[in-house]
């Protein structure tokens, strides 16, 4: 089910797109302050808003691969649960940063009117991953209880395990991180219009 081959690659060319991006926003976010005092206009062409949104879909794939990879190379079946419990709990805090992020959905919609048919497109895998992450309360509760926090409780600490399905979460994490890559183009052809 797991591509280790293509998951590798995507480790390495999320991993180089993060460290280029990590440079080009901070770059950005130095050009746009000291533009901003004296040309304003132009200082827009360097605000980082889409670049940011872009920067978290790649980190969401990123991790999500390395999950993959831990999951790939375990060895039993209780080490892939505890793979898949990171992977799940990505899952979970990628939704809550792309809540976050809605306002720059917004100023998509709003301002790049030549790209409305990609942009629905896009809202229904947002909302399409959102849905599942919302309606399978397994992930919170697995996120909350196994992963973000210990529950105290051994017995209800182990019964959460018992909520993951190997085959199942394993095609749901490879899903959402198809999905995300998907997302992504679509932030990179709005980066690369100019309004």
Do not use: C, W
């Amino acid at each position: 089910m797991i591509d280790i081959k293509k998951i590798e690659e995507d480790i390495i060319h999320t991993g180089e797109h993060l460290d280029l991006m990590s440079k080009i926003l901070t770059s950005y976010d130095i050009v746009n302050e000291i533009l901003f005092k004296t040309e304003a206009e132009l200082a827009k062409d360097f605000e980082t808003e889409f670049a940011n949104y872009q920067y978290i879909l790649v980190l969401s794939q990123f991790e999500l691969s390395l999950a993959l990879k831990s999951i790939y190379y375990s060895k039993s079946d209780l080490e892939k649960i505890h793979n898949l419990k990171k992977g799940l709990s990505i899952l979970y805090e990628t939704k809550i940063v792309m809540d976050k992020l809605n306002p720059t959905l917004k100023q998509i919609k709003e301002n790049y009117p030549s790209l409305q048919d990609e942009f629905k497109k896009t809202i229904i895998i947002i909302k399409s991953i959102k849905k599942i992450i919302l309606f399978d309360s397994r992930i919170e509760e697995i996120r909350n209880n196994v992963f973000a926090h210990f529950n105290p409780n051994f017995t209800q600490y182990y019964n959460y395990f018992e909520k993951i399905v190997i085959n199942n979460d394993l095609k749901l994490l490879i899903e959402i991180k198809d999905y995300l890559y998907q997302i992504e183009r679509f932030i990179v052809k709005v980066r690369s219009i100019k309004k």
